[in-house]
């Protein structure tokens, strides 16, 4: 600091060389004491802290513009005021030190130039890095208006006339300003950056980078920038004339403001300056920034005299504060030679008042003043002059020295160094940091718990996200399979693409539902849910499955057909696919998914489907009964079904009737022979869970005592599950096979398809020239209808059981492949092979019997809501002339009110011969106008028949 105090706050000179350079005069402690209680900022408002008079603390409702009057001393006296804001104690205070008189285009003092050089100086000092992050202030709205102040609207980028008009060349120079002030436009538009991006992107992303998105963005900053925004609002030159932000820009431009009222452009220069300080110290929770300034910024402008812009700079800034009313963070102080006119005769009673009475009676007294005629919305009041006597030069004289030690002392030695408010203690940069840590720590934590929740859920969840379609439907289990419902065609992660376009088409097909439901609201919309095993252990569909995608075929075919009438009568037809997971083990908890489905949805009326016949087929049937949803299954014949719920009913015939026939045809097939003999050996699955397998050999063994055969049961143990126990100690399927070569009689097998494959490859090693007679069961109709894998064991012949008469092909007249043809052509090369199994058939038929059901209860009563008890009861009476001629046989439950099972259903035998080529040794049961077999069972009359 200059030693115009009186002493050197640093120390850093000796005494006798830093004493021999410092004048001093009388009052100066008491100016330091002035400049620190205005300069300091309170805590709270905006406004100064109370300054206390005669012991008495008082308000203040705004900041003076200090004016000293220090002769020709005025120089030393502002660098002196300057130092003192730099050495504050803990930071400096911004400030910013300008000479005018130093200043060339400042002596025209009414000029715009003047003013305008003069703010911008003042704006760079504040701007400085030297004021510190917390110090500095940006000046985004005076920078856009002094940017314009000096643009030549009739200029185009290059410096060229523009003939056509000034907005583009405006435009244009108001892009590049803002790419300039942002450094990623900077660097984008560098020219060696747009020449590597160029080389090495694709066209677009260069186009996009260099071109595209800066002109977006600067679009969107020029209609929703805040300066931009601020520069139309403001009160000064009528900003809304013309109207636009454009057309007010141009009036600021070369030459365009040499026509407007000079006034009106020093206050809308003024006031942008002022506005961006008053951003910048607005207290806001969310900047700590602004709480750390704990000091206003100063300008002190040396030479301040009548004939530079001085003046009218300061009588400019009273005039924004008085028309705008606004609190501006900014301490004026003026050093000149003689005090400003408008304040002369207003106080001339104490505006010459010395510097030891400043405290108690000269800013008390600018306080009442103020107080009493600011809201006049004069100047004078706005300013407070200070007289500073004469500086003490050092002197060789010993009194003169005494007396310039004494003043020092007793002066300045407390005053001279400034002494901020430290800021309060959640602002601290220290603070701020930890809790913008602890924040971003919350945050990443509170994302990291979300995203973990997300794969948690998208792992429970089948890979769906929470908002996705069938994301509440799916689950995944323990297993690592998919279950649960899919409404709007998720394939269970199904590997197998006739499977997933099978899906996908009836997810096709419920949409186009819904929409012909909007369009005929008169017709009644029926939701059935197909529930089956789609998928094997391991949740990838293999070609043992392949039924389940064909039963959804089926089904698909009667949607597809539904879908296609038009009478009002006629349901609109919806199916939900829904996997139970392998051997239906998930039955019970897909039963709850669609429990829940089912309160958000009342159109669901029954379930299709269930497929294998075990334990847990027996546990979802019950489930399905608890939840009152009517069920028609499509293959299952297990006896004990039917034992478990009243609302299940089945289109397929159930094992005793499977037995029967076999039986019969096995009568037919060793009579007047000598081989095989009159006697078989059933093998089963010892898997006490298969109940298919423990009902039909039991059946079997019945049926086949009753013709005079001799029985005897061998079991075998099935493959355990990934992870599993054996379920018994009993040989494999493939030893029982080898043991069976030397066996006389009949071999029938009573298990499952995918066990049989092992019992065939058991003879093949044993006794592939002369194997066994061997009759299957209807599930080996699954392999038999799959030519690859039929084909791995020629010339073993097998006869066995299908639900179907195994000779439909596409060019059938028939509604199930008339409609295969059309939804899915490939199958049709496989049809002969595939309708073996009859699964497409019985699907198709299982969903025909809900359709005709619910027309039935239409046409009836057609008041009567479509429940699903309402719907059963409309299953359970067909019959007789109401039956249904099935794409697999006549479906008619014999007009028995509690009978589940259709009356005499179709059952024909399939032979595999010894070249592995399909053909049928007859039929037994109803099927449309023909006669069974002559060694079938008789039929049963109907009751009421």
Aim: hydrophobic letters at 35%.
């Amino acid at each position: 600091m200059p030693a115009l105090f009186g002493t050197s706050l640093r120390g850093t000179m000796a005494p006798s060389e830093r004493d021999s350079q410092i004048p001093v005069f009388h009052g100066a402690g008491h100016l330091l004491r002035l400049i620190a209680d205005l300069v300091r900022r309170p805590r709270r408002r905006e406004c100064p802290e109370p300054v206390r008079h005669r012991g008495v603390a008082q308000g203040r409702e705004g900041l003076p513009v200090l004016c000293l009057v220090a002769g020709d001393d005025h120089a030393q006296l502002a660098r002196g005021i300057g130092y003192f804001l730099s050495h504050a104690d803990p930071r400096r205070v911004p400030h910013c030190l300008h000479d005018l008189a130093a200043e060339p285009a400042c002596t025209d003092p009414g000029s715009v130039e003047a003013v305008r050089r003069t703010l911008e100086r003042l704006a760079q000092g504040f701007a400085r890095s030297v004021n510190g992050a917390d110090g500095r202030v940006r000046f985004r709205r005076f920078g856009l208006v002094n940017w314009l102040l000096q643009t030549g609207a009739g200029s185009g980028a290059n410096g060229a006339g523009d003939v056509e008009g000034t907005e583009n060349s405006l435009l244009q120079g108001l892009r590049e300003r803002e790419f300039r002030r942002r450094r990623l436009f900077g660097l984008l538009r560098a020219p060696e950056t747009e020449l590597a991006v160029d080389g090495n992107v694709p066209w677009w992303v260069w186009l996009f980078a260099v071109h595209v998105f800066p002109l977006a963005w600067f679009r969107v900053r020029r209609g929703l920038g805040r300066e931009y925004r601020w520069l139309l609002n403001q009160p000064y030159l009528a900003p809304r004339d013309p109207g636009t932000f454009i057309g007010f820009a141009e009036r600021l431009t070369v030459p365009h403001n040499q026509v407007e009222d000079p006034e009106q452009l020093r206050k809308l220069m003024v006031n942008a300056f002022l506005e961006d300080l008053r951003i910048a110290f607005r207290r806001r929770p969310w900047r700590p920034r602004s709480a750390r300034r704990t000091a206003y910024c100063v300008a002190v402008l040396s030479g301040t005299a009548a004939d530079n812009c001085g003046p009218h700079l300061l009588r400019t800034v009273i005039d924004v504060r008085n028309e705008t009313g606004a609190f501006d963070p900014l301490l004026l102080i003026g050093c000149g030679g003689e005090p400003p006119a408008e304040d002369t005769e207003l106080r001339a009673d104490w505006g010459h008042s010395s510097l030891w009475e400043l405290s108690d009676r000269l800013y008390g007294g600018w306080r009442d003043t103020f107080l009493h005629t600011g809201r006049a919305r004069n100047r004078a009041p706005w300013y407070l002059p200070v007289t500073v006597p004469a500086l003490m030069p050092p002197s060789d004289d010993p009194a003169a020295k005494a007396r310039y030690e004494l003043t020092r002392r007793q002066e300045v030695a407390q005053d001279a160094r400034l002494r901020l408010p430290e800021p309060p203690l959640w602002a601290r940069r220290v603070v701020s940091v930890a809790v913008a840590c602890c924040v971003l720590a919350t945050l990443l934590g509170t994302a990291g718990l979300l995203w973990d929740r997300e794969g948690a859920y998208r792992t429970a969840h089948c890979g769906l996200g929470r908002f996705q379609d069938d994301a509440d439907t799916l689950h995944t289990v323990e297993t690592g399979e998919c279950i649960g419902v899919s409404r709007h065609g998720f394939t269970f992660h199904s590997p197998d693409a006739e499977l997933n376009k099978t899906l996908r088409t009836i997810a096709d097909q419920n949409a186009r539902a819904d929409q012909i439901h909007q369009t005929s609201p008169e017709r009644p919309l029926v939701t059935l849910v197909h529930l089956s095993a789609l998928l094997s252990t391991t949740g990838k569909s293999t070609a043992q499955l392949a039924y389940g995608r064909e039963a959804l075929q089926g089904a698909a075919s009667a949607q597809s057909r539904q879908l296609r009438t038009t009478g009002s009568t006629e349901p609109i037809l919806r199916i939900f696919p829904a996997n139970a997971g392998s051997g239906m083990r998930y039955g019970t908890r897909v039963v709850q998914i669609l429990q829940g489905l089912q309160a958000r949805d009342p159109s669901i009326v029954g379930v299709t489907g269930l497929d294998q016949s075990r334990e847990a087929t027996n546990a979802t049937i019950r489930k399905l009964t608890e939840a009152g949803v009517p069920m028609v299954a499509t293959t299952l014949s297990a006896d004990s079904l039917v034992r478990q719920s009243p609302l299940y009913f089945q289109v397929s015939p159930q094992n005793s009737r499977e037995a029967e026939v076999a039986a019969a045809y096995a009568d037919h097939l060793v009579t007047g022979r000598t081989k095989p003999t009159r006697q078989v050996r059933v093998i089963s699955s010892a898997d006490p869970t298969d109940t298919y397998s423990q009902t039909l050999s039991d059946d079997v063994a019945r049926q086949f005592r009753a013709r005079g055969f001799t029985v005897e049961r061998t079991a075998f143990s099935p493959p355990p599950p990934p992870g599993g126990e054996p379920s018994s100690t009993a040989p494999g399927a493939g030893s029982v096979g080898q043991r069976s070569c030397s066996y006389p009689g009949l071999v029938f097998y009573a298990g499952r398809a995918e066990d049989f494959e092992t019992f065939l490859g058991g003879i093949n090693e044993s006794c592939n020239s002369a194997p066994p007679t061997v009759i299957g069961g209807d599930d080996v109709a699954r392999l038999a209808a799959d030519p690859v894998r039929r084909a791995q064991y020629p010339g073993i012949p097998y006869d066995f059981l299908d639900f179907t008469l195994g000779s439909a092909h596409c060019a059938d007249s028939s509604e199930l492949y008339a409609e295969m043809s059309r939804l899915f052509p490939e199958e049709c090369v496989k049809v002969p092979n595939s309708s073996l199994d009859g699964h497409a058939a019985l699907g198709f038929d299982a969903v025909k019997l809900y359709v005709n059901a619910v027309k039935q209860l239409r046409e009836d009563a057609p008041g009567m809501p479509l429940t699903p008890p309402a719907v059963w009861h409309a299953i359970s009476g067909v019959h007789g002339d109401g039956a249904l001629d099935g794409e697999s046989g006549i479906i008619s439950f014999g007009g028995e009110v509690d009978r589940q099972v259709p009356l005499d259903k179709l059952l024909s035998v399939q032979r595999i011969d010894d070249v592995g080529k399909p053909t049928q040794a007859g039929y037994c049961g109803r099927i449309g106008g023909r006669v069974q077999s002559a060694w079938c069972p008789p039929l049963h009359p109907e009751r009421g028949a």
